[in-house]
């Protein structure tokens, strides 16, 4: 769990320092994230922008007073007459958490040792196993902590822990029965330490138990490779200097490549978000000038538009950009400002669909925590909200891999109980059995391969894995993506065909 330093004056290139306003007064930078309803275990990434105040106080009428004294009168009635003597500190930290719970999944109340980790994990280093997590409070899985993504090069990446996988005991102890909080604060521990999770990842077949050392997590938000003529940047995070990182890969290839690279892979897959102004930064990598991103709020102050700086590092060369079900928040900024500018190929699955703002409000300079709270939604470009929709691929390429009939399920941002603008379910209407019968992903059929209003269902590409063991890994939506760059009347095709598709 990490602080964010406080609200200070601007500084360039800063991903905690505030933008100012046009009054002269610090105004809060944003910073996104998947932002489930639980901080990372160790490592979580931070939905929300940091300001010192400057909240409105509601309107003191009839019925605000009313209210408060209705509180009043429940706390009381709890403090003297329940069965046991109740502690005061947790009836007040209940009444917040149900307050906020009515809101939507992403509105929290942080405790003071939540807040300070959530700044400490803005800066790209901290303790812990390296897993974002959050609590299902409905459904099969609810009351077990489940795991939203592995952070790359951690305790929890490094021991095979997956997307998915369901946390229900710690060190034999099972979780059902503790809040998200308490079981958070039962997996933190000193560096060097050990600890064991049970783990139920098929549903359907026992669970099995998986030991960890606790360590220091430092999140590399990018890392890069040359794919023979084509550059591949990673980003994991967009947590500090993730800009400046993939400024400086972009560069390194250049250099490295003969004669240059000849076009990218932006790897934004499994990426939960991080800090706007990083996602911002990394757009403007590609773009040259106009709107990157907007956001607009109940309240005049939370409408801003970031726009790009003039020029482009890549002069033109054609660009992949990789996502999935677990890219979410800035990776979808930066996706959707690439699509609706129609400077890069979006090639994977549906994105989560997490397009929500939260402001981080410390209390008391943060000794009493901060309100973590949903103030704004983000917009690509074109003008559309992605909140609970996500970016659907240019080219749609789930994969599945030996031994799957069909791609791992992922929750999305609709899939959160109270998630902001959730469509309404179509009722359901009969269905022929061909109809019935179509396989349902993320594709359309080879040959027709760029998604258009309605995509069409298909068989997902079978990833065949090499037979040694010692083999590395095969990457298909990734070769697809390098097969694209290499066929430039293809790619340039794939993009003109793209600008068409209405969004």
Do not use: W
Not at 197 to 210: M, Y
Not at 290 to 312: A, C, F, H, N, W
Not at 328 to 348: H, K, P, T, Y
């Amino acid at each position: 769990m990490a602080h964010s330093p406080q609200p200070s004056a601007p500084k360039p290139g800063s991903g905690s320092a505030p933008t100012m306003a046009a009054d002269g007064k610090p105004r809060a930078k944003a910073v996104f994230t998947r932002g489930q309803t639980a901080l990372l275990m160790g490592a979580a990434l931070i939905a929300g922008a940091i300001v010192s105040g400057g909240f409105a106080r509601p309107k003191f009428t009839a019925e605000y007073f009313t209210n408060i004294n209705l509180f009043g009168r429940i706390y009381e009635e709890v403090h003297q007459n329940y069965v046991t003597v109740p502690n005061d500190k947790d009836l007040i930290k209940g009444s917040i958490d149900g307050m906020l719970s009515t809101l939507d999944p992403h509105s929290s109340y942080l405790p003071a040792d939540d807040y300070k980790t959530m700044q400490e994990q803005t800066q790209g280093s901290f303790a812990g196993l390296g897993i974002q997590v959050q609590m299902p409070n409905e459904g099969p899985d609810k009351g077990y902590v489940l795991i939203v993504a592995p952070i790359d090069d951690t305790p929890a990446a490094r021991a095979g822990l997956q997307t998915n996988d369901l946390i229900t005991e710690i060190d034999g102890d099972p979780v059902q029965g503790k809040t998200i909080d308490e079981a958070i604060a039962q997996m933190k521990g000193e560096r060097g330490t050990a600890v064991e999770l049970t783990i139920l990842r098929d549903r359907d077949a026992p669970t099995f138990k998986v030991p960890l050392v606790r360590d220091i997590v430092r999140i590399n938000p990018v890392s890069s490779r040359a794919e023979g003529n084509f550059g591949y940047i990673r980003v994991s995070t967009f947590s500090q200097r993730a800009g400046e990182n993939v400024r400086d890969a972009v560069k390194e290839l250049d250099d490295t490549i003969a004669g240059g690279m000849k076009g990218v892979v932006l790897d934004l897959r499994s990426n939960p978000g991080g800090l706007l102004d990083q996602a911002v930064d990394i757009s403007d990598v590609f773009l040259s000038g106009g709107e990157i991103v907007s956001t607009r709020g109940r309240r005049p102050k939370d409408t801003l538009r970031e726009m790009g700086k003039q020029g482009e590092l890549l002069d033109g060369r054609p660009v992949v950009v990789l996502i999935n079900g677990g890219s979410a928040s800035a990776s979808e900024i930066v996706a959707g400002a690439l699509q609706d500018r129609n400077r890069a190929l979006i090639l994977g699955t549906k994105s989560f669909g997490k397009g929500s703002v939260q402001t981080v409000i410390p209390l008391q300079n943060g000794q009493q925590g901060a309100l973590r709270l949903t103030t704004a939604r983000y917009y690509t470009p074109s003008g559309r909200s992605i909140q609970a929709q996500g970016i659907d691929p240019d080219i749609a390429f789930p994969v599945i891999y030996p031994g799957q009939d069909a791609p791992a399920e992922r929750r999305s941002e609709a899939d959160l109980p109270g998630a902001l603008d959730v469509p309404n379910v179509a009722a359901e209407t009969d269905t022929s059995d061909e109809e019935a019968a179509t396989p349902s992903g993320d594709t359309i059929p080879e040959g027709d391969e760029i998604a258009g209003d309605t995509p069409l269902p298909v068989e997902p590409f079978l990833c065949e894995q090499p037979e040694e063991e010692d083999a590395e890994f095969r990457d298909c939506q990734l070769e697809k993506a390098l097969e694209i760059l290499a066929d430039n009347a293809q790619y340039k095709q794939a993009l003109a065909q793209a600008a068409t598709v209405e969004r």
